[in-house]
């Protein structure tokens, strides 16, 4: 009979984290970063103070954890990829700009930007954990397609923004200043829309 208990247990202490992360996400997305304790963040997740910081011992600890449950393992698949990768970079950009269409991935951006005034730390935690890393291996893909003749000859960088700065701006639009499209907010239509009018503006 113990045998039999321990996983329960086992299972129950290796929630933990993501029961903590949960509260945390919902009550940034709805308080906010810096208006958000982390005796909320406990009551939410069902535990004590003290049981939260044995996990996370601090509120930025609790963002960069949210970070790299959500988007980090997104982002490492991203610059797997992108270091082996030659050829049309095209359907590399739309892979990788599909998945921003899951919840779990533009939730942190959106509350970044609605955030990001008064809590400079969540912007500085996504840009250390994420746009540092992905941004040059963008890049690096986007020039390889120039070099191969695959796509136009276009900047590496300035198009990197083209490629973030509609997605960005859809969502800048929705959550912060409340123009929400017919229908809602539709994250695959616009990247769909988005990648058809990117890809015909790269092509060769």
Known sequence: MESKREPKFRRRAEARPDEVLDAALALFAAKGFAATSVEEVARGAGLSKAAVYLYFPSKQALLTGLVRRAVAPVADLALEQF??????????????VRMMADPRLFALPSLILREAAVGPQMAEVYRAEVLDRVLPALRGLIAQGVAGGHIRAVDPDLTVRSIMGPVLAHLLLAQVFGVMPEGGLQMERLIENHLGILFAGMEP
């Open 83 to 96: 270091a082996w990768f030659r050829g049309d970079p095209r359907p590399m950009i739309g892979g990788m």
